[in-house]
């Protein structure tokens, strides 16, 4: 079936630096990927949607230029966490439609840990 | 989208049927029900979604009502490692570049 891989699955690193985390279709394309944070014993809040071969789109709240999100094939969009700080640490899933199947698969997510 | 109620929490003995239910009495004629779970750590997985009609497929049943308010998804035989957040999810159309809102989801047990 269809499998979306997030690479690293996990980050520890100084404050100030910056993180890149990966998302990638294994077997589909995918125009839409979306990226979700998620904190300690609470649900997904979704991030923003990231489009291939344009600009994403960031929900309420989430700082464009701090959260980075590049799409630029139709299997890989890429987020980068700038100059991270301790409140930043949390875990970060990614997930994208086939769009011959329908739901959405996630990756297993990649919990980043600002010291 | 519609919004979705689900109990917070239950226990399932193993190797018992595990019904989790779910109401959405706002939905709409073109939402569909999609539940996911999150085991402990890592990504959503999908389970299954539908329409109005019962689905089946080989990790659950998906009841949904005539009057489609409320769905109970079913684990016929549940295992220790079934024990996860389950979400219940209303959402238009299958394709498309619509994301997901999750609730708070029923935290599942499943208990030797």
């Known amino acids: 079936g269809a499998v979306v891989s997030q690479h690293p699955s996990r980050v520890i690193c100084k404050s100030g630096t910056s993180v890149k985390i990966e998302c990638r279709s294994l077997?589909?394309?995918?125009?839409?990927m979306f990226w979700y944070r998620q904190f300690p014993k609470q649900s997904l809040m979704l991030m923003a949607t990231?489009?291939?071969?344009?600009?994403?789109?960031?929900e309420q709240g989430v700082e464009k230029d701090k959260f980075l999100i590049n799409h630029a094939s139709l299997t890989l969009s890429t987020l980068t966490v700038t100059s991270a700080h301790p409140e930043d640490s949390s875990f970060y899933i990614c997930?994208?439609?086939?769009?011959?199947?329908?739901?959405?698969?996630f990756g297993d997510g990649t919990r980043l840990s600002i010291l | 989208d519609a919004k979705t109620t689900q109990p917070p929490s239950m226990d399932c003995a193993e190797g018992r049927a595990a019904n989790l239910p779910c109401n959405h009495s706002?939905?709409?004629?073109?939402?569909?029900v999609y539940w996911y779970r999150q085991i402990h750590s890592q990504g959503p997985q999908y389970i299954i979604h539908?329409?109005?009609n019962n689905e089946t497929n080989e990790m659950a049943s998906l009841i949904i009502t005539e009057d489609r308010k409320s769905s109970t998804l079913i684990l016929p035989h549940a295992t220790l490692r079934d024990t996860a957040v389950y979400y219940c999810?209303?959402?238009?159309?299958?394709?498309?570049?619509?994301?997901?809102?999750f609730g708070t989801g029923t935290r599942l047990t499943v208990i030797p």
């Open positions: 997930s994208a439609r086939d769009r011959l199947t329908g739901p959405q698969h």
């Open positions: 077997d589909f394309q995918a125009t839409t």
């Open positions: 990231s489009n291939e071969g344009s600009k994403a789109t960031y």
């Open positions: 706002t939905i709409s004629g073109n939402e569909y």
């Open positions: 539908g329409l109005k």
């Open positions: 999810i209303v959402r238009v159309a299958v394709t498309g570049a619509n994301n997901l809102f």
